[in-house]
């Protein structure tokens, strides 16, 4: 089955500064690729996704790097603010449900 | 629209009762997933419907555990007995027309069995 690797598992970074989460699938069929932020006490909730057809995307100041021939895609957040503290997700589509990684629980330091 | 409800939002419990998580996915959605999120193995996708119809129920860890979604608008997982290790928070989750799109989680239920 699908297997999704997320690293690193903490990370700390100071404000201003940009973070990147990275994350591998084992499944060449995935097509699908969403990051899920999740705060204390709540559910993930979806903040940017890529599909295979496109090797990037970018949402103000959040960005998507998709490697398909390696099978890795990347999270970039850029000029981090405190409120970016929480853990994200990453996820790759298998057998229409979603696989997710492990987590990353990025603490932005003011 | 409220977004995916579930309750309780808290359940604490004594080992050997039954337990009965439930959700009310987003109107419209019909595709939806209950997922179990522990720090050990993170989050895990335990059973999902697709039009009120169990897909793809392998995750589910043990017969203790069961599913139900007998309409569009309702879903149950229940645990009978309950046991220490099924302590964790579930999620659902709902999402659109089966295929693998944007997935709306509700805010969890925090089951401690003790």
């Known amino acids: 089955g699908e297997n999704v690797e997320q690293h690193p598992s903490t990370l700390s970074v100071q404000e201003g500064d940009s973070a990147v989460i990275k994350c591998t699938y084992s499944?060449?069929?995935?097509?699908?690729f969403p990051w899920y932020k999740q705060e204390l006490g709540k559910g993930p909730q979806l903040i940017i996704d890529?599909?295979?057809?496109?090797g990037e995307k970018k949402d103000q100041r959040i960005a998507v790097t998709l490697n398909k021939t390696a099978k890795h895609f990347s999270l970039h957040i850029t000029e981090t603010q405190p409120e970016d503290s929480a853990v994200y997700f990453c996820?790759?589509?298998?057998?229409?449900?979603?696989?997710f990684g492990q987590g990353t629980e990025l603490s932005v330091k003011p | 629209d409220a977004g995916v409800i579930q309750s309780p939002r808290h359940e604490v419990t004594e080992m050997g009762q039954e337990v009965t998580l439930r959700c009310k996915p987003i109107?419209?959605?019909?595709?939806l997933f209950w997922y179990r999120q522990t720090m050990m193995r993170g989050l895990e996708l335990l059973i999902y419907?697709?039009?009120?119809?169990?897909?793809?129920d392998s995750g589910m860890p043990e017969d203790r555990f069961s599913a139900k979604m007998p309409n569009a608008s309702f879903s149950t997982l229940k645990i009978q007995p309950s046991e220490p290790r099924d302590s964790a928070v579930y999620f659902c989750?709902?999402?659109?027309?089966?295929?693998?799109?944007?997935?709306?989680f509700g805010q969890g239920t925090r089951l401690t069995v003790v």
């Open positions: 419907f697709n039009n009120n119809v169990p897909i793809d």
């Open positions: 499944d060449s069929a995935s097509n699908y």
């Open positions: 996820a790759a589509s298998w057998g229409g449900k979603l696989i």
């Open positions: 989750a709902s999402s659109f027309e089966g295929r693998v799109t944007e997935a709306f």
């Open positions: 890529i599909r295979s057809n496109v």
């Open positions: 109107s419209g959605h019909n595709s």
